[in-house]
Structures are given as structure tokens and as C-alpha cells.
DNA sequence: CGCAATCCGTAGCCATTGCTACATTTTAGA
DNA sequence: TCTAAAATGTAGCAATGGCTACGGATTGCG
């Protein structure tokens, strides 16, 4: 998206991006976090946790390996490789503002869970400071 | 028979509902954007409006259409089915209430031009009407 | 009118993420 | 121990949405 496009377009561009690191952000979250729950991270467990086949699983965790965010060997746990760990945090904490946030303009949590999951791959740096700012003040 | 699903994986189910009535829901939009603005709406307008190749325009066309949404003939102008302006309307007031109220929380129009293009299909009833809420009060 | 530019459709490629069915490996219990 | 269950991997299919290349239709202009 550079030099010729139309102003009008930028942002389906700039949402396609946000779509394509959507898995990767959302696995090394879950994966995290299961680690923190569970000691280990198992691919049944990411497909419980996603409700996908574990086909789906497995084939995506091959993918983010190849990009140096998770390691696994066959049969054996999964864990965060150092990128995929900043990632994750980072990730974590965005999800955590979009939550609060939505709760905090009056949405019940139930519905705050559910619209935060598709929304914090959304939300750009500056709509997140506006976020965190709605939060303190 | 229904199988229990489990309550963390709803938000991922939701999220994969919303990003499949994404496409439909920008295209039929777009569509009555470009009727508004210019009196009829071509597929190279549209591949123009999201930055993509008229065939991946007239292939989503061909689609829209079988789901009732959209009408063309060969080599003539998109027109909307009175299924595809209902959606439009709700979408395109949906779209300039989260657009609104980024802006009211202090991101600057840019930045809230961005994200409201991925952040609106991710807004249930419940987001919306506490954003509704805030721009009122 | 006629032709060239423009618009649009088709063929066929790729990547991603769903799935079922089946094969293989690991693990746990009798 | 040793075998059955559980976990994981592999093969192969479908839908969606990107793309380029090419061919046919329409339109506008000299
Ligand atoms: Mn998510
Ligand atoms: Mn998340
Ligand atoms: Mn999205
Ligand atoms: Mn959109």
C-alpha cells in the first residue's frame, strides 16, 4: 500500500494487515496463558481453547514456527520462543485495556469478552492510548 | 445432539462469525457509497474503493449475489437488492457511530478512520448501544 | 463508422483456515 | 510388560480472497 493509492483506501489495507497477524496474535496469547494456567501447552488444548480440530491447530503452530514465535517438536508441548513471548505480552495487555474499556463504557462482560476478542486486533497505538486515557481519568 | 462448548471458546466462534459477514458488509456499503456519490457503482470502482484487482471485486460480486444481496448483469452496473440496502443502512450507521465515538475519546480522524474500517464488524448490539450512549451524554 | 482504449469476465495460481478420515506415536493402566 | 486409549501427525477436500495473464464486450472518439 504505498505510493498510488487512494486515500479511501488505506484503511481496508491497513484492516487486511490486522487480519493477517490476527492467528498469530491470538495463538501466542493463548498459548501463554495456558502456560500460565496449566505448566504446558498442548495442540488438544489450543483446539479446546479455539474450538477448531486440532488439524487446524497443528497446522498453524507449524506456521508460527516458521516465523520464530513458537518451537515444538512432534508430540511434545509448545512453547513461546523469545519473539513470540514480547508478542504475547504485548498482545495480552492490549486485549486487557480493550476489555476493561468496553466494561467501563457500560457493556456487560459477557459481550465485553466476546466483541474485545475481535476488536483488540484493531485497535492502532493511538486508539489504545485514547483507550488507556478514558481508563485513568 | 448439541455439543457443550466451552465458554472461553465462544469469543473466537463470535469473532469468526463477524469476519465472515465482513466482506458482505463493506461491499454492499461501498456499493451505496459509490450510488450516492456518483449515481451507479462499476466493479473497477469498487476494486478502486478497497485497493484490490477487479477479479477478486467481480469474483465477491458473483457471491454477494447468490446470497441476494447485490444484482448485476455482465458489463453492467452493481445495484442493490433491497436485502443488500436494508444491511447497507445498518452498517453504514454502525460504522459512523464507532467512527464517532473513536473521535469522541480523543484519536484523531486518521487513526479513527482506520480502525473503525476493522473495529465495526466486531460491534454487537450491546458495544453499539453503550457507544450510542457516550456520544449522547 | 470503425477502431482503440477501457471495462469486465475467465482461467488458473497461491495462502489461509476450516473440516473428516486415517496413520502413527506416546502414555497409562491392567 | 504390553496393549488400548489418547494425542498428534498426514492426506486430501472446501471456501474465501489475494494475484497475473489473457480474451471478449462495450464505449468513446477521430
Ligand atoms: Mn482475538
Ligand atoms: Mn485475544
Ligand atoms: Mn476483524
Ligand atoms: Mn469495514
Not at 496474535?25 to 494456567?37: L, N, P, R
Not at 513458537?70 to 508478542?87: C, D, F, M
Not at 495480552?92 to 476488536?119: P, T
Request: hydrophobic residues 40%.
Amino acid at each position: 500500500m504505498e505510493e498510488k493509492t487512494k486515500a479511501r483506501s488505506i484503511p481496508f489495507a491497513r484492516t487486511r494487515d490486522h487480519h493477517a497477524n490476527e492467528t498469530a496474535e491470538d495463538y501466542v496469547e493463548a498459548v501463554a496463558d495456558i502456560i500460565a494456567k496449566s505448566g504446558e501447552c498442548r495442540v488438544l488444548e489450543l483446539a479446546r481453547h479455539f474450538n477448531v480440530s486440532h488439524v487446524t491447530v497443528s497446522r498453524i503452530v507449524k506456521r508460527l514456527q516458521n516465523e520464530r514465535l513458537l518451537h515444538s517438536q512432534p508430540y511434545r508441548p509448545i512453547e513461546l520462543t523469545p519473539k513470540g513471548a514480547t508478542l504475547a505480552k504485548r498482545v495480552r495487555e492490549r486485549h486487557q485495556v480493550v476489555l476493561d474499556f468496553l466494561i467501563a463504557i457500560g457493556v456487560d462482560k459477557r459481550n465485553a469478552e466476546i466483541d474485545s476478542e475481535g476488536i483488540e486486533h484493531h485497535v492502532g497505538l493511538k486508539t489504545l492510548a485514547a483507550m488507556k486515557r478514558f481508563l485513568k481519568g
